[in-house]
């Protein structure tokens, strides 16, 4: 008798997971299309956070059993409701997008880069210079705008001399470069490791870190070596006293 309970069991079982899975699929499937394809395109951390949510409330639906199916579809419903609401009011009142996704931030003007900005947002030195070379840009020199957007991508306006040549130049630059543009100080440390690699003494880089009007390493913010085995470098910006 027990064992027949159970098989009865087991097969309503099976069927009750086949018909939550394939409705909160289905379900799914309808809400995402409603929410249209901003989830993709414009992945800032409200949405990432949102998509995770909405796949999370419909995995419970097809896969937990003590969750009460339709308490479940309800929930995916009206957390997909209040995003298209919040779209719908971000895009009727504008003022109102800095409440969710922030807004972007300009973290190198001119070929320096802005402390207070990538203190603000949280962005190292490391990842910012990771975020330039997968931009093809290997020099902060080089760069006019830097702009962290709000979906975490950098996007940068290189300065006029050093944008792709076209059509119209006559001209093309020529040579090896001497070396390869390398971090040398970051908040106020010296990168020793690459001072070896390319046989530089620190003797050598408190003399350039002179001629910007600074004696120690730990009033540098950042120092980059350049090509022509020059130092490009952003000073700390001096406290403000309280």
């Known amino acids: 008798m027990f ?59 097809a896969g937990e059993s003590e969750t009460p199916f339709w308490n479940g579809l309800v929930s995916l419903v009206v957390w997909v409701l209040f995003v298209v609401l919040l779209s719908f009011i971000t895009l ?33 030195l490391d990842d910012l210079n990771m975020m330039l070379r997968e931009t093809g840009i290997f020099t902060i020199k080089d760069v006019q705008y830097a702009v962290l957007e709000t979906n975490g ?11 792709p040549a076209t059509k119209k130049d006559v001209k093309a630059g020529g040579g090896t470069p001497q070396y390869m ?17 390319y046989g530089l003494s620190e003797e050598w880089l408190l003399e350039e870190i002179s001629k910007h009007g600074v004696s120690r390493s730990d009033q540098v913010f950042f120092a980059q070596l350049l090509e022509d085995k020059t130092l490009d470098v ?8 309280k």
């Open 181 to 197: 543009p390398s971090e040398i100080i970051a908040d106020g440390r010296v990168n020793r490791k690459n001072l070896r690699l």
């Open 92 to 124: 009727k009142w504008g003022s109102t997008r800095m409440i969710l996704d922030n807004q972007p931030t300009i973290v190198i003007r001119d070929g320096r880069i802005d402390e207070q900005a990538m203190k603000s947002v949280q962005l190292h």
């Open 234 to 241: 952003t000073l700390k910006q001096p406290k403000l006293k």
């Open 153 to 163: 991508a950098l996007s940068v306006l290189q300065k006029v001399p050093q944008l």
């Open 3 to 61: 064992d027949g309970w159970g098989e009865g069991w087991g097969e309503v079982h099976f069927w009750e997971m086949v018909f939550r899975t394939s409705v909160s699929f289905a379900a799914l499937l309808l809400l995402t299309r409603l929410l249209g394809k901003k989830q993709m395109s414009q992945l800032t951390f409200f949405h990432y956070i949102t998509g995770i949510t909405i796949g999370s409330i419909a995995a419970n639906i």
